[in-house]
Nanobody
Framework: QVQLVESGGGLVQAGGSLRLSCAAS????????MYWYRQAPGKQREWAAR???????YYADSLKGRFSISRDNAKNTMYLQMNSLKPEDTAVYYCAADKMGSRYWGQGTQVTVTS
């Protein structure tokens, strides 16, 4: 079992920044796939970013250059640094992790970007 808890969401003006955190209940050292997803109002959940155990990062095209995913294995925490935020980034942001063939999800954190 892996429990994931997101934090860092909130209300921000367009052009601002936020850093989301995803704290895991277990060591993330050997967890290869860790992800951020987001779900905007009235839309399906969409993949945002991925980071591997080796530190390789991948992003949805719409987020490249603005968002940065990272992980701190010593703190069992993954991050999403979000810069130059736009109103269309408004969504609930979820973290996820793959371990032993199962995918675990956090409860989500709301990000609201005002114009």
């Amino acid at each position: 079992q892996v429990q994931l808890v997101e934090s860092g969401g909130g209300l921000v003006q367009a052009g601002g920044s936020l850093r989301l955190s995803c704290a895991a209940s277990v060591s993330i050292f050997s967890i290869n796939g860790m992800y951020w997803y987001r779900q905007a109002p009235g839309k399906q959940r969409e993949w945002a970013a991925r980071i591997t155990s080796g530190g390789s990062t991948y992003y949805a095209d719409s987020l490249k250059g603005r968002f940065s995913i990272s992980r701190d294995n010593a703190k069992n925490t993954m991050y999403l640094q979000m810069n130059s935020l736009k109103p269309e980034d408004t969504a609930v942001y979820y973290c996820a992790a793959d371990k032993m063939g199962s995918r675990y999800w956090g409860q989500g954190t709301q990000v609201t970007v005002t114009s």
